[in-house]
Structure formats: structure tokens, C-alpha cells
């Protein structure tokens, strides 16, 4: 199955959207930052009764053989929603390597559980991804590493950034899989893990940016509402611009990546330089929209803050991803 | 998401490919160069390419949105002239299929489309800035038409162009909410430049052309058959003019996208792919060295390094490293305004709309279109303030030049900020 | 324009390079941390650099502010703690040297230079926001003092601290002018935190220390003692402390120099001199592979390349590569702040005064604290988002969440360019 | 003569700002563009008549030996007033050069001239600085390459984008010398070149505020003074900041220069990048505040904003200057 067009994507995003506002997120990211899941996970079982989490599952393991665009919609929802969990890795990447390892039974046994909602998953990709995103909350961690894919137990934690959210690192505790395809599968799941978390991000800066200007509106100073202001009218338009502009690259990027074709790397890298880019764009303007109360845990507002921060470097950094680009431009130019 | 159409993109490169002409091609703003792009306009009219998103009976192709995409692609990307005709064929041509009597159609649209009328905009004056609506030139009733009064500016192509259009004020009096007021009274008027009462005063730009100009209107008569719609009605055929996605509001992506892959190709020859520094240096010479030589051929390689000082010069980086970014960044907002644009027209042509979104768009452009080019002016060195270099890199300079007038013109930038905040977010006015 | 005075530059250099704690050092937001931030101050103190720019006679050196801004340029240059008496050192105590009774003097400062009473500041109210003078917590007279009932809130310290001090509504009547009248009938006071009626609720920051604090009144009673000046001048006494020169106004470069320094050694340790690229890869291991061991001993090899597609694994460039520019920007800007404000001292030093002008150095050091760390977190890799990381790259992110404070405190910068523009530029209001 | 202190260095800045306020520089440089040198050469002579072309020529040949300092002051005024001539060249770079090569009695013999203002000189230094500029009004053209000085001539032109400059290439005539000395006395002469630019970037810059904060309190728009929309008042304060704290770091690379400082060349390429970067600033916000008009010749503000354009990439582009300040940073740290 794929979404028809973009009527079908957009009443799919607003029924997880209309799913995640029901989900007192808020508080579920609280307990998840306590290490209490049980309520999260509660949220991820929802999803995945909306068919979120059978999407990148191919048709013939239990999933939707869904588009990459079809994938990116649900993580731009959970994006906006600041769910917490391993979103990247879980609804994009995990399932993309898997779908390249299925010919070893132990591995496509698992592809089922992913659709239905039943297993969440995370991974490391050292030496870029050396980290598993929210381990201790997910049923299978796998790691891979040149050309091996490893069944993993998690090790130490460190806290992100965002309060919500941990990186484990792993230890390979079984082998599953070896050779090229590993490599090459893992390839693809590093672009769809990237591309997911650009997804995210531009969800998470369309919160808020929704944010800031239901908080302009009501709030006054000196006198005025303060989205009268000149500045705050031009800053939040700022946001807006990017963000629209940051969106075509995430579906060119996801069409490329369904498609094999051999632009995916530049333009997963181009659509996570954007949209990092127009999230925090959205992040500073929302902190000086709010002004001190947005600096705090206050609001609710710090969630979708910190995962706008977590988010820009998970999945590969800023400098790292221009590189990319220009890399795949010299070497068009080269070629040319 | 390509146009579909690959057979019509493909004729396209392929007779821009043999008939763009090779040399240099002259500035618009002098009467030789104007008569040149002229005969341009008329060859690519010959070859029914230069409307074609048009009606075949005016000289089109019928060309769908995404069709006319991918020409605007292949008409940058092959760096062909600049459209010395555009006001007319992509502003009031559109305005006449829409609001136009069939007589005015047939009438002007053939002669706009061959060339035969080049069209000049008379929108702004000088006291309005960028209020459009406080116009204040008149349109006072006569025998059979109206009698024109006042002064227009920023009239883009004026100074050589045959005609022009334009509103103004033909009710003074009209009153009533005066927050509206402003836009009642306004008549969309056509009028030829060399008619009796007009003068043109060409105005120098930035870079010396002369692609403005003032326009003074002493009682010059235009019939009632060159009168758009109803005297009154002016304000809103105009409105559906600047939002016509074939014009402005949708603006093609070729310019930017060419300009990027360019931009990529300049910081290749001052960086290699992992930092390596560019050719540097000149070949020793006996006898006394003179640089005349160097400033045609040699180009980029003193951008290298700026090793002035010995004791550095062991470690200097390229040039191209230290704005790699920009460049990057350059080349993905390009790719984003292209792959926006694309969808946008998917958009349109299931019949969707375009309202105050134009305004992302306009922003997004202009500030992309300034940062391409100041990207480019920065890796290139020396020639950089060169004005009418040849070859390719001599279009930067020009090109910067013409990109500053973005963010002003067609509602500054400011002025869509402002749009979006209010329209688009809904924060208070 | 270096500080003359090498010597006490080279004392405090000397003294901070074997008293600053070796080990990671806590968070001054936890009961423990600010117990151990407190010994710190008291460590400084006993060898007279807890307040070197006071007079001697209450623990200070008389040092001039080129010796301060030394001072401050080596304590950061040390990676020394935070100052959590900064409150009072850098605010208050110039507030009452300048317009405190001597026995005011006499009583406050030493504990205060001691670190025995740590000072909050209470300025700002729930819904006053930027705009102080909206000030509506009340003092009423009463016998032989002040009742204090309201809110405030953002009060840095309180949390932990044992004094607050702050401005209050004492005279609600204060009529006039309307523009002026809010800044009149305000007194700027002195209280115990722990006050019969004092509740002090912490505030959770973004990065989750509780740094601020909401402080409710109810009643408190305050003895006249503890008011500074004259009942209904405390927005003048407020004003005059918050120009002062080595409070906020005059912000001392050292951080951003230092941090300067570091994002130098960063982005060089992800790019070669001329972008080649940094380590990269990890080694071999026999057996099951874990990342353990990597996240603290690899650390930035993950960063040099992204060289996931076989295909142009070979024509990837550095990371730095991608931020070189950023980085020198950085260090530039930095440069230019440090030079600025001893130019700045200089004059102040020579009897020159600071005005509106401070506001161009507030906008100047908040965007440039913000930059800096930005381009090190963009170039740190999947390191970046983790919180409490032991090492030099573990300060990046806190040093960020800090940083993303600076635009929105002491006045945002929209109220700086406002200012600046105002009263600098002489732009209508 | 060094002058004293700021407050001598406040009074001749003044003294020239009234100097060239009186002369008619607008005129002047209309008629400069069309190669007619008569009106500049004028006011370059009451310049000369103030001491401007005498500050970097040394004492024992006839001039002021003023520190760099000093010389920035009469760079930045002519940048202020947009003065037409080869400024960077006339004023530092040539004097510099020659006070390194006066052990030959024929180069000696140019400097007094220089410093009475009876000469003025301009040079070509390739490869990084090819073109003599506005060589066709001077009275001396030098050429430099790698270590040897050559008396040159004029060769072809080609138009700046700034109307009132030329850039010419040069032919070498007759070898001046020859020897390391050269080379040092060139590398002092392009630092104390790019330093004058940046000098007149910042006087460029600050002449383009002062017009467009003179627009924007005369002119109205939507019925209220342009300058209290807060856009635009926002837009001339990150001006006023960016030009304010580029000027220290102007003054800290004439020190260095003037005192032979390691760090001369880093710090000269950090001041030439913060200036143009703080006169674009000022050029895209004069062209924003002024609309249309200012994108024209109408009003005069042409000629800074072009000014600006040419300089810009006169004596090193900003990438070459940028990756000047990172290889210096980056040799520091290796030996650190």
C-alpha cells in the first residue's frame, strides 16, 4: 500500500495528529523521562493501531510496503506531538535494515512483531551512530558495524538533552547477519533513520512555531498584544518561510530513497541540513516570543526545545551533512 | 516530481541549444540592445517559444503549468537572453486572457507575443513607494475615453519599450470605509509611449543601465477600447494580475537553479573535494612580467591562497574551504525553491489556488536569489568588482545587481513578512 | 589594548592554576552543588579575588577595571566554576558603594565578599516581563520598616541563596505624567529569604537545573535599615546599578574568548589545516563489537565523515570542512568583543561614561555566545545531545542552554535595538 | 608624529570630514568616472594639504611617520565620503612598499613627493591583487612580483562596478629591485593595503547608516515616518552594532602592522572581514529603507553602495581572508 496522493497523506496526518492530541503526551514524556514507559509505550501502541509502526514493513511481512513519504508523514506527527521514543529508529530505520536481512528467518520473524506495534526497536550504527536511541524502552537493539549486523544488549546510558530520551551504548551479542548486504542495508537504513528525524524536526518546529503564535496573540506587553509587534511578525514569518521550504526537500528525499536512486544520500543529507536548520530556526524564535517562561519546564514547551537540540545532531551533524552534499556535488561536477 | 512532458522540455534544450547566440549578449537598457532582445523575442516567436503557456491562437502552445516549469528550466540552464518582453507577456497578457475583451485579445495579444509591442509596467509613483493603493495619477472622463495625468516610476523597460499599462485614480471622490476607500476609484488603462503628453526620463540604476523610468503624463488621451474591465474595477484586475501564478507569484526556479549549479562549479575550481587548494600561482616568465594577460585567462587562481606573509603560507587552505557552507546551503535552498515551485504547480493544476502564500515564496526567492550571488562574488577574487567581464563568471557581478532588486520590488519583503504574519499565522494587525 | 598590570594578571593566572578543581564540578542548581560552588567563593576570598574591583576595606583589591577584565579573561581562560555570588558581587555591591549608607556598607559587603550571605535578585514579576517598570509587588509602611506582599519571579539563585534584593511599589498613588509615572514610587529594598512570609518556589530551566526561582510574599517585614536611598528612588538607584559598568553592562570577554579557543581546537581536531580530514574509523576488534568504550575515548572520529554510501566514500570532505567559516566568524567576533571593551574600559577609565551604547554590546555578546556554541555542537556530532558529558566537549551543550538565555535577559535584544535605535540612531519613537 | 590619543585622532577625523564635506565629492566623482581627473586630484591635494598623504610616508623622507592608526583615520574618511582615487594604494600600501626599497635613491625620491600629495601612486601585487587600480589618474604605478619591484606601466582597463574606478593591468617598465627585501616590504605593503580597505569599508558603511537613518526619519509611508516601524529600526541597529565592533578590531590590526606584530596578517584579514561584512549590512539596509530610489542613481547613494561592492573583493576576497584567520588560528593551535 502507499497513500494515493497528497488528500489521502494529509487525512492520515490529521487522524495521528487527532490520535496524539487525545494522548496527554505531555505527561507521558514526563514518566518516560523517569524511565516509567509504561504509559508511553501505551501512546506507541495506539500508533501502531493506526498502521504507523507497519509502514516501512514490507506487504509480505506483515506490514504496509509502504512509501518513505508515507513514513515521514507519521514521523513528522510524532515530531509535532514530541513523542517520546525511538521514532527514527523504530517507524524508519529498523525496518529498513531489517527488510534488507530477511532472508535469515530469525530476522523476518521480527519484521511482524515491528508492524504490529508489538516490538519496539533501536539500533547503533557506529562509527557515525555509535549510540542507541532510548535502549532500555525497546524490546530488540541491534547494532551494526562494517559489514555485521549484531542482535545487542544495552550497556551504559547517558541523558539527553531532551529529558525524554536516552543513548545507550550496545554490545553485539549475537551475530545475525554478514557481507555486503549487511553493508548496503545498513546504508539505507542510516539515510531512512536521517530522513525520519528530519521529518521529526520539522514537525517539531511546526509545534512550535504554533506555539509561539497562539502565545503572541494572547500575550500582552507594554500594552500590545505581542504578535503586533513588527519584530515577532517578521520572526515568526521567518519560521514559517523555512519551514515550508525545508518540507519538499523531506519528500524529494523520501522518493528518492523508495526509488533507489543515487541521489538518496545528498538529498537525505540536504533535507536534514533544512530542516535542523528551520526547527532551530523555530526554537530561538520561540524562546524570544515567550521570553523567560519559554527559558523553563514551565510550559510544556521545553519537550519540543530539547528535542529540536537532540535531533539536530542524532543521525548525523550539521557539518557533517553540508559535507555530505557538497562531497556528492564535487563528485557530480567531477563527472560532468 | 519533473513535468511529465519530457518531449516538449526536450524540443526546448534542443532549439535553445542551437539558436542562444555564443558571444556576449548586449545590455537591454541601450537602444542597440534593446532592439537586439527584440529580435530575440522574435526569433523565439518564430519557433512559438516565446509565449508558451498561451492560447495557440495567440501564438502559444497551451503549455500546462508544469510544461511552462520546465522551459523557464531549460531557458536558464541554457543561459539564454533575458526576456525583454516579460511585463507584457507574463503580467498583462495574463490579465487579458482573464479580464479582456475578445477584441482586445485578438487585438494585442498577437503583436505582445511576436514582440511587434513590447509592454512596459506603469505601477508605482513616486510619492506611493511601495502603498500601491495611494496612487494619485489621474484618469479624467473625455469624449469616447480618458484623459491621463500624472506621474509614474520604477516603470521597468519605459525608456525603449512601445506602450505601457497601468492603473489610475478616474473617481477621486469615491469615499465611504476609508480603510477600502483607497482601492475603490481605479481604472486599469493601457497607453501607448509615444502618444502626445508623454515623456519618458530614463532612470539610472545601480549598476549604470537604465532599466527604469519616469513616466510624465500630460492629458494624453486613451480611448475606451484600451480600458480593462470597468473604470472602478481597477484595483482588483490588478490584484489578479500580481497574483497570476504564471507571473510573479510563482516565479520560475530556472534563474536559481542555474545560478547554483554555477555556484558549485566556481567553488570546485577554488577547492577540491576534500579541501585540496585550486591552480595557484603563475608559470615564471623571463623579462619584465605584465598582468594583462592574466586578468582573461588565468581567473581563479588567485583566489587560492593569500600567502602575503612566508612564515603561513605552508598552511593556508583554500579559499573555497572557508565558504563551503554558504555554498552548500546555496545549492539545497535552490534545490528546495525548484522542488517547492513543482509542487505548488501539482497543486494549481488539480485546481488548487494561490493566495497569501505567494508571499512565502516571494521572500524565499529574493533572499536566496542575493546569498547565491554574494556567495559566488566572494570566492571569485579580484574580478569580482569587474563590471561586464566576459565569460561565465563575468555574470556574477550582474547578476548580484539585478537579485538586490528583489527584496524591494513587487512588495518588499518587509511589506510579505508582514502578509504572512497576518494572513498566513493570523497574529494581530 | 592589554592591561598594563602584568603582575596581578599573572598572579591570578598562577593562583587559578593550582586552586581550580581538576574534576567535573556540579551543578551549581542542587543543594550540594551550591553548597560546593559556596566553599569555592570562600576559597577566592581568602585570597582576595572574590571581589577584586571592590576597595580593600571590604575584601577587595581597588583593581582597575582594565585589572578586572584581566582577572575575568584568566578566571574563564582557567575553566574556573560559575560565580554563584555573582548577584551580589557584580549588583548589589556596586549598588551600595555607590548608593548604600556606610553602615550599610560596613554590615553587607564583607559576608557578601565572604560568600557567607549569597544574593538573589528580585526584579522581575509574572507579568511585568520585559517591561520592569511594570512593577506591582507593594512594600506598605509600616512600624519602623516595610510590609512586602506580591510576586516575583525569574530570580536567579533564590533557589539556594539567603538574601533577595529588588525593587517595590511604595507609593501606588504616584501620579503625573503617565509615561513617567510608573518609574516613580518605587523602593529598592534588601530582604532575608528565609523571612517569616517568604515562600520561594524553584523553576525548572530548559536544560533542568532550577537556576531560577518564583519568591511569593506575604507580608514580609522588612526594617528600615534595609532600604537603600530614599523611599520612591529606587527605579534611579535600580538604573545606576544596572548600567554599571562591571555588572551586566560591561560584560566581561573572557567567556567568549575562551570559548573561542576551544572551538578553534574543535573544529581543527575535525579538519586538517587544509581540510583533511580528522581521524576517523575505529579499529578492529576481534569478537562481539561494542560501543561502550568509544563514546568516551573516540569522540570526534565520528564526526569526520558520513561516508555511508560506498559510492562517495572516497570524495567525502571533513566536517570542519563544512563549518569553516562559522568558526571563523566565531573567533572573530569574539576577538572583536574583547577588543571593544577594553577599548571601552579605557575610556571609562579616562572618565568617559556608558549610556545607550552599553545596548550595542548586550545584542553583540548574546548573539555571539549563541553562535559560538551553536557551531560547536554542529560540528560535535552524535556527542552533542548528551547532557553532563565529562570532558572539554561536555561543556558545549550546557554552555549552549546558557547561552540561549542571553538574548531574552537583562532587557531582550529586541528592546536593545529598540534602544539603540532610539537613542543612538535617533529613529522616532 | 604619532597623534597623541583618541581625542587628537577625534579632531582630525573631523578636520578631513569637513574638508571633503565642503568639497563636492558627489560632483567630483561623477566626473572621475569619466575620466576626468581634474576635480578629484583637487581634493586629494587639500587632503595632502591636511597631512593625509603624508601620514605613512616616513619622517626622514619627508613625511609624518604617524602610526597605521593614524593613517586608518584618513582611510576611513574617504571611505565616509566615497572619495574617488586609489586611496588604499596612495595612502598605505605604496608608502609602505617604498619605505622598505628607499635604500635606492630612485624609490627615495617618490616619497617626498607622496607625502606633499604632488604624486599619487597606485600598484598591482599579483597574483593575488592583479590589477593596478585606477591607475589611469596616478602619477606612479609599481608593479610587484614575487621578489621584484618594477616601475610599470598602464596597460588595458576595465570598469569597476563602483563608476569612479578603474582597474588597470600593468606592464613592468623597469626593474626598481630585487631580493627578500622586496618580498617582506610587499607582504607589509598587502596587509597595510587590505587594512586602508577595510578602513574605507567602514566609513563606507557608516556613511550609508547616517544616509539611511536621514531617510527614514524624513520619509513616510502607510501615513507614518518610515523609521518607527520597528523592522526598520531593528534592521539600523544590527548596522550600527556590526560597524561598531568591527572598528577594534580595525585599530587592533594597525597596531599590529605598525608594530610588527606575528599576528599582523590574521588580524588584518579578521578586521578586512568584519568591515565588509559590516558595509554589506549597511548596503542591503540602506537599499531596504530607501525602496526603490535607493537602487537607483537618483539620490547619490549609489556611489557608497557600489563603493562597497568594489572594495569588497579589492586586496582579498572574504573567503581568502577567512581561510587566512583559520590557517593562522590553526598554526597557533599546532604549536600550542
Known amino acids: 500500500m502507499s497513500l494515493a496522493g497528497s488528500a489521502e497523506q494529509e487525512l492520515f496526518a490529521a487522524a495521528l495528529h487527532e490520535l496524539l492530541t487525545d494522548a496527554d503526551v505531555t505527561g507521558t514524556a514526563r514518566r518516560w523521562a523517569g524511565q516509567d514507559y509504561a504509559a508511553g509505550l501505551a501512546v506507541w501502541r495506539r500508533l501502531a493501531g493506526a498502521g504507523a509502526t507497519a509502514l516501512a514493513v514490507p506487504g509480505e511481512h506483515g506490514g504496509l510496503g509502504a512509501s518513505l513519504a508515507d513514513v515521514m508523514i ?217 521570553g523567560a517562561i519559554g527559558y523553563t519546564r514551565e510550559l510544556g514547551l521545553h519537550l519540543w526545545l530539547t528535542k529540536v537540540q537532540a535531533l539536530a545532531s542524532a543521525w548525523g551533524s550539521q557539518a557533517g551533512h553540508r559535507a555530505r552534499v557538497l562531497a556528492a556535488l564535487a563528485a557530480d561536477e567531477a563527472t560532468a | 516530481p519533473e513535468p511529465a512532458a519530457g518531449t516538449f522540455r526536450a524540443e526546448a534544450r534542443d532549439w535553445l541549444r542551437t539558436h542562444v547566440p555564443a558571444g556576449p549578449q548586449p545590455s537591454v537598457d541601450t537602444a542597440e540592445g534593446f532592439g537586439w532582445h527584440r529580435a530575440w523575442e522574435r526569433e523565439l516567436a518564430a519557433a512559438r517559444l516565446s509565449v508558451v503557456s498561451w492560447p495557440a491562437a495567440y501564438g502559444g502552445r497551451d503549455a500546462s503549468l508544469l510544461d511552462w516549469l520546465a522551459f523557464e528550466d531549460e531557458y536558464y540552464a541554457a543561459a539564454a537572453p533575458v526576456r525583454v518582453g516579460q511585463n507584457g507577456i507574463f503580467l498583462l497578457g495574463p490579465t487579458l486572457l482573464r479580464h479582456g475583451s475578445s477584441e482586445q485579445q485578438a487585438r494585442l495579444l498577437p503583436p505582445m507575443a511576436r514582440a511587434d509591442e513590447i509592454w512596459a509596467q506603469a505601477w508605482s509613483e513616486p510619492d506611493a513607494g511601495s502603498d500601491l493603493a495611494a496612487i494619485r495619477a489621474r484618469a479624467d472622463r473625455a469624449d469616447g475615453g ?72 500630460d492629458e494624453v488621451f486613451v480611448p475606451d477600447a484600451d480600458v480593462i474591465g470597468e473604470p472602478g474595477d481597477g484595483w482588483r484586475i490588478a490584484m489578479s494580475t500580481a497574483g497570476h501564478e504564471r507571473g510573479l507569484s510563482l516565479r520560475s526556479p530556472g534563474r536559481f537553479t542555474a545560478a547554483a549549479e554555477r555556484l558549485v562549479g566556481l567553488w570546485r575550481r577554488t577547492t577540491g573535494p576534500a579541501g585540496t587548494p585550486g591552480p595557484a600561482g603563475i608559470a615564471d616568465t623571463a623579462g619584465p612580467p605584465g598582468t594583462a594577460g592574466l586578468a582573461d585567462t588565468a581567473g581563479l587562481a588567485w583566489t587560492a591562497g593569500l600567502a602575503w606573509t612566508a612564515g603561513l603560507a605552508g598552511a593556508i587552505g583554500a579559499a573555497g574551504t572557508a565558504a563551503a557552507d554558504r555554498v552548500a546551503d546555496a545549492w539545497i535552498a535552490a534545490q528546495a525553491y525548484r522542488l517547492h515551485t513543482y509542487a505548488t504547480a501539482a497543486r494549481l493544476a488539480a485546481g488548487g489556488t494561490l493566495g497569501a502564500e505567494a508571499s512565502l515564496g516571494k521572500v524565499f526567492w529574493s533572499e536566496l536569489d542575493v546569498a547565491l550571488h554574494e556567495t559566488a562574488l566572494e570566492l571569485l577574487g579580484p574580478q569580482a568588482e569587474i563590471a561586464g567581464l566576459d565569460g561565465p563568471d563575468g555574470r556574477w557581478l550582474d547578476g548580484y545587481l539585478f537579485a538586490l532588486a528583489g527584496p524591494i520590488y513587487a512588495g518588499t519583503n518587509e511589506i510579505q513578512r508582514t502578509v504572512i504574519a497576518e494572513r498566513l499565522l493570523g497574529l494581530p494587525r
Not at chain 1, 507519521?74 to 517507524?91: D, R, W, Y
Not at chain 2, 516610476?153 to 525608456?159: D, I, L
Open chain 1, 74 to 290: 507519521a514521523c513528522e506527527e510524532a515530531g509535532h506531538h514530541a513523542l517520546p521514543g525511538p521514532v527514527a529508529e523504530s517507524l524508519a530505520a529498523v525496518p529498513v535494515l531489517l527488510a534488507g536481512l530477511a532472508a535469515e528467518p530469525a530476522v523476518a520473524a521480527w519484521l511482524p512483531l515491528l508492524a504490529a506495534g508489538d516490538l519496539i526497536a533501536t539500533l547503533a550504527l557506529p562509527p557515525q551512530r555509535p549510540y542507541a536511541a532510548d535502549a532500555g524502552a525497546a524490546g530488540l537493539t541491534l547494532l551494526v558495524q562494517d559489514d555485521m549486523a549484531w542482535l545487542a544488549t544495552p550497556g551504559t546510558s547517558h541523558p539527553s538533552v531532551d529529558p525524554a530520551r536516552r543513548l545507550w551504548s550496545v554490545d553485539g551479542r549475537e551475530l545475525l547477519a554478514r557481507g555486503p548486504a549487511v553493508a548496503a542495508a545498513a546504508g539505507r537504513a542510516a539515510d531512512a533513520g536521517a530522513l525520519a528525524c528530519a521529518a521529526q524536526l520539522l514537525g517539531a518546529g511546526r509545534a512550535l512555531l504554533e506555539q509561539s503564535v497562539q502565545h503572541a496573540r494572547q500575550r500582552t506587553q507594554f500594552g500590545r498584544a505581542v504578535g503586533s509587534f513588527q519584530a515577532v511578525k517578521h520572526r515568526l514569518a521567518d519560521v514559517a518561510i523555512a519551514l515550508e521550504f525545508a518540507r519538499p526537500l523531506v519528500a524529494e528525499a523520501a522518493a528518492a530513497q523508495t526509488e533507489g536512486r543515487a541521489t538518496a544520500p545528498r538529498d537525505t543529507s540536504a533535507a536534514k541540513v533544512a530542516a535542523t536548520d528551520a526547527a532551530h530556526l523555530a526554537a530561538r524564535a520561540a524562546l524570544q516570543v515567550h
Open chain 2, 146 to 217: 480618458w484623459l491621463l495625468s500624472g506621474t509614474k516610476t520604477w516603470s521597468s523597460r519605459a525608456a525603449f519599450a512601445d506602450k505601457a499599462f497601468g492603473l489610475f485614480r478616474c473617481d477621486p471622490a469615491a469615499d465611504g470605509d476609508p480603510a477600502t476607500a483607497r482601492h475603490r476609484g481605479l481604472i486599469y488603462l493601457m497607453f501607448s509611449l509615444r502618444a502626445d503628453g508623454v515623456t519618458v526620463r530614463p532612470i539610472r540604476q545601480l549598476g549604470g543601465g537604465t532599466g527604469f523610468a519616469e513616466i510624465f503624463l
